[in-house]
């Protein structure tokens, strides 16, 4: 069974750091162009941050730059994203997803583009 399961989701204060973890199983991510994305309440889901680690091509959405980071762990099976300085507007369902490699990190992010996506984990940031 094709599966992706998001964790690392929390309640934390503005200005604090989480990292989420995507675990793939039944399919290796390091063949996939894996994306991390979020739905706050009322929203559009947003591509936040998309990787292709066969490339090492890395897209980050404006709202993201310079605070989240993605990485990948190939003997994990495992993309990570790093969340740092946390803002209010951080807030919602964050979502991992999987598309093939002929879609680029910035089509998938933008276009939010995904043949896998996973159940999300909720990122709450207050005081």
């Known amino acids: 069974q094709l599966q992706l399961v998001e964790s690392g989701g929390g309640l934390v204060q503005p200005g604090g750091s989480l990292r989420l973890s995507c675990a793939a199983s039944g399919f290796t991510l390091d063949y996939y162009v894996i994306g991390w994305f979020r739905q706050a309440p009322g929203k559009e889901r947003e591509g936040v941050s998309c990787i292709n680690s066969r490339e090492g091509r890395t897209y980050y959405a404006d709202s993201v730059k310079g605070r989240f980071t993605i990485s990948g762990d190939n003997a994990k099976n495992t993309v990570y994203l790093q969340i740092n300085s946390l803002k209010s507007d951080d807030t919602a369902v964050y979502y991992c997803?999987?598309?093939?490699?002929?879609?680029?990190?910035?089509?998938?992010?933008?276009?939010?583009?995904?043949?896998?996506w996973g159940q999300g984990t909720q990122v709450t940031v207050s005081l």
């Open positions: 997803a999987a598309q093939s490699t002929i879609t680029s990190v910035q089509h998938m992010c933008v276009f939010k583009s995904a043949v896998y």
